[in-house]
């Protein structure tokens, strides 16, 4: 540490594979929410959301979807409004979650911002968001786009989630549902079963050690500084 002059010995730690893996496994199901971005009757992001819970279910997760009818703007209504209440409830019961957009104006929509804008940082001492997976998506209504998934991961990574390598756009997403409002196989099929398996292996990797793996200097030091503060204080 000679060579570290700028570093507090005390809240400095070496990372080791003991320290990862030091977590007994949880024995429940993973619980995952899913959350989608349009108010539609019939909304195919909700349909993509819809087939992706029946995912996490025959893999052996439990899901739970969020619908947004109600929800008002952000900051137009007191956080105790009943459907802001609901969310922040569900985001923070859950382990994982899913975002799941469609693109308006080459960006995700308004709907879908506003549900993560009323998911707060910090519910005083509770992150409710920080380690938790994430699985984003989106479908459009003409040809192939990322660029709301890729504004979906920039959230992920402000809200401190862990988001998954691999995601899903789905294309002219009317042409992927038959009548009964199921998906119709094919490729874009296969790369969300391919997505949802992918977030329940993440999820049983990181669910038990998100605090260890979120766990910071920068943090410990501050919160050293804080009590060392009011420890001088009491002894004036």
């Known amino acids: 540490m000679n060579d570290l002059p700028n570093l507090d010995n005390d809240c400095f730690q070496r990372p080791t594979t003991d320290s990862v893996f030091r977590a007994q496994p949880s024995t429940h199901k993973p619980r995952i929410l899913l959350l989608y971005g349009s108010l539609r009757q019939r909304s195919f992001s909700r349909l993509v959301v819809q087939e992706a819970a029946r995912l996490l279910e025959a893999m052996g997760a439990e899901a739970k979807i969020f619908h947004a009818d109600g929800l008002p703007l952000p900051d137009s209504e007191d956080a105790s409004h009943p459907k802001v209440q609901e969310l922040r409830d569900m985001v923070t019961w859950c382990e994982g979650t899913v975002w799941c957009s469609p693109e308006r104006h080459g960006a995700m929509t308004g709907i879908m911002k506003a549900q993560i804008d009323w998911i707060p940082l910090s519910l005083g001492a509770v992150r409710p968001t920080q380690g938790k997976t994430l699985a984003v998506m989106q479908v459009s209504g003409g040809s192939q786009s990322f660029n709301a998934v890729n504004q979906l991961r920039v959230l992920g990574r402000w809200m401190r989630m862990v ?74």
């Open 163 to 236: 988001t998954i390598p691999n995601q899903s756009s789905v294309p002219k997403a009317f042409l992927e549902f038959d009548d009964n409002d199921r998906m119709k196989p094919s490729g874009f099929y296969y790369r969300i079963v391919d997505v949802i398996e992918e977030l329940v292996k993440f999820t049983y990797l990181t669910r038990d050690r998100s605090d260890y793996l979120t766990d910071r200097y920068s943090e410990r030091k501050e919160s050293a500084e804080e009590l060392m503060a009011r420890v001088n204080q009491r002894s004036m």
